[in-house]
């Protein structure tokens, strides 16, 4: 739990909020860059609001402690960053719809483009606002699931040529499967990729940026590195995976607080929640947390969730609601009515990660940051001090 009495001052305005140590990015950007090297560019992946981390207030902090361009999947998200005053180079890296590239001209945001169709409509805008649209190249060498495949590249690459106004910059790919631990099948997506770019390169094209590793590959696998890597979920304190290598230290940024809105004693064979899953074999002091699958605490956690209490974990009993959900105190027997809950981060010695949560709601720790709702206030904090807050 928070020391500061400031950060303690705002988790006690709201029934529920969660708290972004800006600190722990910074570390965790920081950690990367030395990991990765001075001469390999960072795009560090603010998708979905930052992987619900916020990626307004985030992005700030990733660009001054180590990446040098940020990466999106929506043209939303990179004119959301443009109008907070973030200048610094913005990639889509994923499809975009024709009439949606205007905006990715005058936005300066570079595009993924593998269609002719598309290339025609950056160019033409382009022409139009008198700049160049910069342009990045997908290939898709095993994921199978957005880009060009590898023989395309090359005659799509000819047929765009000559359109005025395009900066072919970057080509890069996506690995299916670089988080296990056999790596066997990503060092066949990296032999098509190097093939694909010397191909490229032999037609003429001078690609200025190849990327390739997502948080796994940046690092296991240096050969992937290139002149940039796209860490995602490291940037925000996670691995991808556990088969992942741990070269460095990450600090988990979020946390997740919530509220006891009520505490009960209940009887032997009171049921608990909707569908009665839930019936006391023995006396049970029953405490209400104002957190349900609405905030994404995830309904599928029923029955297998847990909480901290006082330092102290206490298990979910019943069904997960909407916006709220109960938890067995028998163990703690000090807790009161408005006492803070932990449902990620730490008290004391006792933590709950989103790895953690992960686990048993059977899922990736990524979907459970993407999962939070915007309805939960964002505090953010720097040295102790809340610096931000979004509600």
């Known amino acids: 739990m928070f020391t500061s009495e400031a950060i303690q001052r705002e988790i006690a305005r709201f029934t529920t909020s969660i708290i972004i140590d800006l600190d722990a990015i910074a570390h965790n950007v920081q950690a990367v860059r030395q990991h990765v090297g001075?001469?390999?560019?960072?795009?560090?992946?603010?998708k979905d609001n930052a992987y619900g981390h916020g990626a307004v207030q985030v992005s700030p902090t990733i660009l001054q402690s180590g990446a040098s361009r940020l990466a999106i999947s929506r043209i939303q998200e990179g004119v959301q960053l443009r109008r907070a005053g973030i200048s610094a180079p913005i990639l889509n890296m994923c499809y975009s719809v024709p009439a949606e590239l205007e905006g990715h001209v005058a936005y300066d945001i570079a595009s993924?483009?593998?269609?002719?169709?598309?290339?025609?409509v950056l160019s033409r805008v382009a022409g139009a606002l008198g700049t160049k649209a910069t342009v990045h190249i997908k290939v898709d060498t095993g994921l199978s699931r957005f880009g060009l495949l590898p023989g395309e590249v090359l005659p799509f690459l000819e047929a765009i040529r000559d359109l005025p106004g395009l900066n072919i910059e970057g080509l890069f790919t996506h690995f299916a499967s670089a988080d296990e631990a056999d790596k066997s099948f990503t060092?066949?997506?990296?032999?098509?990729?190097?093939?694909?770019?010397?191909?490229?390169?032999?037609?003429?094209?001078?690609i200025q940026v190849r990327h390739a590793a997502n948080s796994a590959a940046s690092m296991d696998?240096?050969?992937?590195?290139?002149?940039?890597?796209?860490?995602?979920?490291?940037?925000?304190?996670?691995?991808?995976?556990?088969?992942?290598?741990?070269?460095?230290?990450?600090?988990?940024a979020l946390s997740l607080i919530s509220h006891l809105g009520r505490i009960r004693e209940m009887p032997a064979g009171t049921s608990v929640s909707y569908g009665r899953t839930f019936i006391a074999s023995q006396p049970v002091r029953v405490g209400l947390v104002m957190v349900g699958y609405g905030d994404g605490f995830r309904r599928s956690l029923s029955g297998k969730g847990r909480v901290l209490v006082a330092g102290k974990p206490a298990p979910e009993i019943g069904r997960v609601c909407m916006d709220q959900f109960m938890v067995d105190l028998s163990a703690v027997p000090e807790a009161q009515e408005g006492d803070p809950v932990v449902v990620i981060g730490s008290d004391g010695r006792s933590s709950i990660s989103?790895?953690?949560?992960?686990?048993?709601?059977?899922?990736?720790?990524?979907?459970?940051?993407t999962g939070l709702s915007c309805r939960i206030p964002r505090i953010y904090v720097r040295e102790g001090q809340v610096v931000d807050l979004v509600e």
């Open 38 to 46: 001075p001469d390999v560019s960072i795009f560090a992946v603010v």
């Open 112 to 120: 993924t483009i593998v269609t002719i169709e598309g290339a025609q």
């Open 187 to 206: 060092h066949h997506q990296l032999d098509i990729f190097n093939d694909t770019v010397r191909a490229v390169r032999a037609a003429g094209f001078p």
């Open 221 to 252: 696998l240096p050969e992937t590195h290139f002149e940039a890597v796209r860490p995602g979920i490291t940037l925000y304190g996670l691995y991808p995976a556990p088969t992942v290598s741990h070269p460095v230290t990450l600090h988990p």
């Open 354 to 369: 989103a790895d953690d949560i992960a686990g048993q709601a059977g899922t990736i720790n990524h979907e459970v940051f």
